[in-house]
């Protein structure tokens, strides 16, 4: 694809509820990363992929977010029992490795509303 | 620790002024790279620049350019002649050895025509 692609662009969801969201890096890029980005405020790194291991979880806020890549291709980044806090943009960004890139390019996000 | 510091939350320009967004970062790495992303009012980062920690040199791109000072740990970015269509949120970024993406808060630029 052209670029990074994620699923849903808007989730509305109710307290409790789990969620799972969709990222699509571009086409070849082995290192997958998400990102939180709250209403107003600075992107939040979450999770590091590179093929299908994560080397850096640090970023998840509980236990109640885990994440999975597969084929090295596609994420899904899972939130079980959605708080309100939860509530934000969650950005994917994918980056072509193995050469001098280091540009991070960003999908358009999934906006999580949790009632 | 890696930080970037973005001291302006907010700026608001009348169209064709020049403005300038400030950056200074905190790292430890000795190679690192430093980013500008545009984020307009679709949400959506748009990549603007990368530059490494060995290359100081400025650079222009039509009516934006890039300050980058190691001596002051700064990577500031100049708008010439502002648009309308550069409203937006601007992040300064920074990566190192951890590969994550360290942003600043942003600074929301808004252009009056």
């Known amino acids: 694809g052209a670029g990074v692609s994620q699923s849903p662009s808007n989730k509305v969801t109710e307290k409790g509820k789990d969620v799972e969201l969709r990222c699509d890096p571009i086409s070849g890029h082995t290192a997958l990363y998400w990102y939180r980005q709250r209403l107003g405020q600075g992107l939040e790194f979450l999770i590091y992929f590179q093929g299908n291991s994560a080397p850096d979880k640090s970023g998840l806020p509980s236990d109640r977010f885990s994440a999975e890549r597969t084929g090295e291709s596609v994420s899904t980044l899972t939130i079980q029992r959605t708080q309100q806090e939860d509530s934000a943009v969650y950005l994917c960004?994918?980056?072509?490795?193995?050469?001098?890139?280091?540009?991070?390019?960003f999908g358009p996000g999934t906006r999580l509303l949790v009632l | 620790a890696q930080k970037v510091t973005q001291a302006q939350t907010e700026i608001s320009v009348v169209e064709k002024e020049d403005v300038t967004l400030d950056c200074v970062y905190e790292t430890r790495d000795t190679t690192y790279y430093l980013f500008w992303y545009k984020q307009p009012p679709s949400g959506e980062l748009v990549f603007l620049i990368r530059?490494?920690?060995?290359?100081?040199q400025n650079e222009i791109s039509g009516r934006y350019s890039w300050n980058f000072q190691k001596s002051t740990s700064s990577f500031n970015f100049t708008i010439t002649a502002s648009q309308v269509v550069d409203s937006a949120v601007y992040f300064c970024a920074l990566t190192g050895r951890a590969s994550k993406i360290i942003f600043g808060s942003g600074t929301r630029l808004s252009i009056r025509p």
């Open positions: 530059r490494n920690s060995f290359d100081e």
């Open positions: 960004a994918s980056r072509l490795t193995g050469t001098r890139q280091e540009t991070q390019y």
